[in-house]
């Protein structure tokens, strides 16, 4: 059983930053790719980041890029997500998620994952 939990999440003031966290149970997380996914309401979740199981690969939408950064730290099984220069239109909820990196394509669906948190709220202010 995989679980993930996501941390991190707060109000911040538009150009502000923050940094979300999700810790994996168990001893393989190196095995499994990871991304971060975000819904806002009334929307459909939508890809943010996604990195492999090593780190030598990551992966953005067009909206993030340049603005977030996605690295993870194997030996203490979490990913994390540094937001920089925050808009309002990146409030949302932010889920974490993980797949076996066997599986793992870069992809920007949901279907590619297996394995989801229970999600963190970001809320920007104008």
């Known amino acids: 059983q995989v679980q993930l939990v996501e941390s991190g999440g707060g109000l911040v003031q538009a150009g502000g930053s923050l940094r979300l966290s999700c810790a994996r149970s168990?001893?393989?997380?190196?095995?499994?790719?990871m991304g971060w996914f975000r819904q806002a309401p009334g929307k459909e979740r939508e890809f943010v980041a996604a990195i492999s199981w090593n780190a030598g690969n990551t992966y953005y939408s067009d909206s993030v890029k340049g603005r977030f950064t996605i690295s993870r730290d194997n030996a203490k099984n979490t990913v994390s997500l540094q937001m920089n220069t925050l808009k309002p239109e990146d409030t949302a909820v932010y889920y974490c998620a993980a797949v076996r990196a066997s599986r793992f394509v870069p992809s920007h669906s949901t279907d590619s994952y297996d394995y989801w948190g229970q999600g963190t709220q970001v809320t920007v202010s104008s």
């Open positions: 168990g001893r393989t997380f190196s095995m499994y790719a």
